[in-house]
């Protein structure tokens, strides 16, 4: 079934470990974004890929890093971890254009994140 | 930045009824989504509409550009339906995708 995969599920992580958050799409969807989702914040744009090889900071980047190696893969990774990066963390992509001119946004089913 | 106010934040229905959702932007659009999150967590895209009419089901979706709003109906509906409805729109250019605070809806047995 074409859509994103996102790994793990769920993550309970200590203070200042390194973590990499998955995701993986077989849509061949050239843009790639990751999304954190915080209650009373609502979901806020993480970091984002026009294509394979580019990225680019979105509103909350700091604390975070991604990579672009290829083009059905985005991987989210935290230096560091803090409390304050608890959340629930979504990945997404989009088309340049589908055959029915449907540019929409796909996400994936979500990472929660603990860290204590 | 641009802004996207969804009314009613809360609403609690019957099995059966009908609802209407709505989406109020700031300014001009080229995307224009609505999405169900489900109790479970997981974003499920209802429509793509940056202007016009579409249909699913039970759901249909109308976005007026001009005047900056769009609607999401839901007739008939069922349990299933709870969850938090979100409307998120896109300028062009922009590289984001700005989402309202969502409308909750309890649909009661």
């Known amino acids: 079934i074409a859509g994103i995969t996102q790994a793990p599920t769920s993550q309970i992580l200590a203070a200042g470990r390194r973590m990499t958050l998955r995701c993986t799409q077989d849509m061949r969807h050239n843009a790639m974004y990751w999304y954190r989702q915080d209650l009373g914040l609502g979901l806020r744009l993480i970091h984002y890929?026009?294509?394979?090889?580019?990225?680019g900071k979105g509103e909350v980047p700091d604390g975070y890093s991604v990579s672009r190696a290829n083009t059905d893969d985005f991987p989210l990774t935290l230096a560091s971890a803090v409390p304050s990066q608890t959340s629930v963390y979504f990945c997404?992509?989009?088309?340049?254009?589908?055959?029915?001119?449907?540019?929409?946004?796909?996400f994936g089913s979500g990472t929660r994140l603990t860290v204590v | 930045g641009i802004q996207v106010e969804q009314s009613p934040p809360d609403l609690i229905l019957q099995e059966g009824a009908n609802s209407t959702l709505r989406c109020n932007f700031s300014d001009s659009v080229n995307n224009l989504q609505w999405f169900h999150q489900n109790p479970w967590g997981q974003l499920i895209n209802l429509f793509y509409?940056?202007?016009g009419t579409k249909q699913n089901g039970r759901l249909s979706a109308t976005t007026v550009a001009t005047e900056r709003y769009s609607l999401l109906y839901i007739s008939s509906s069922q349990t299933t339906d709870s969850g938090v409805y979100f409307c998120a729109v896109e300028r062009g250019g922009s590289e984001k995708l700005v989402f309202g605070k969502g409308t909750k809806l309890t649909v009661n047995p």
């Open positions: 890929s026009n294509t394979a090889g580019t990225t």
């Open positions: 509409i940056p202007s």
């Open positions: 997404a992509s989009k088309p340049e254009g589908g055959l029915l001119g449907d540019y929409g946004y796909t």
